[in-house]
């Protein structure tokens, strides 16, 4: 009988312990559903929207301007933000807020990437906290998924001057 219940309880220790690193795989390489808060990337995505970030781009270096990534956030490595790529390593970026009369540029350095919200005047984003590191990108955002009315891939960017062509 304890044979029995013991043998019970190691199989299904054993079958939670494989599905936890199979999901854990999935959810790692693949990609994940999540669920993103705040205004800063309003009106391309709104608070409570539900997306689909897949994690293939990232391991390939497939990460391109324009593209909405789930990140590390630098300020707080606890929480994820979910910000616009406007520049890639080597690229000339503005760094400045759109209603400073001078602006100013600066590249962004090797192995790093330049982040902005959609949402300029309510969005902390490298302007602030200057160029990310590209290791801190967890994925790339391909699909709204909720609600359902704007279900489908994602806009352009309603800020697309603000990407500097040398």
Known sequence: MLRNVLG???????????????????????GGI????????EPTIQN???VFSESLSRHFYGIRKGDIVIVKSPNDPKSNICKRVIGLEGDKVCT??????????????????????????NSTD?????????????????????????????????????FIDD
């Open 48 to 50: 409570s929207d539900i």
């Open 96 to 121: 400045s807020n759109p209603s400073d009369f001078l602006k100013s540029h600066s590249y962004v350095p090797k192995g790093h990437v330049w982040l902005e919200g959609d949402n300029l005047r």
């Open 8 to 30: 019970k309880t190691f199989r299904l220790l054993g079958y939670t312990v494989q599905y936890g690193c199979i999901a854990h795989c999935a959810f790692e390489y693949l």
């Open 126 to 162: 490298s302007r602030c906290y200057g160029p990310v590191p590209y290791g801190l990108i967890r994925g790339r955002i391909c699909l709204k998924i909720w609600p359902l009315n704007d279900f489908g891939f994602l806009r352009a960017s309603p800020n697309g001057h603000r």
């Open 34 to 41: 999540v669920v993103c808060s705040g205004p800063s990337m």
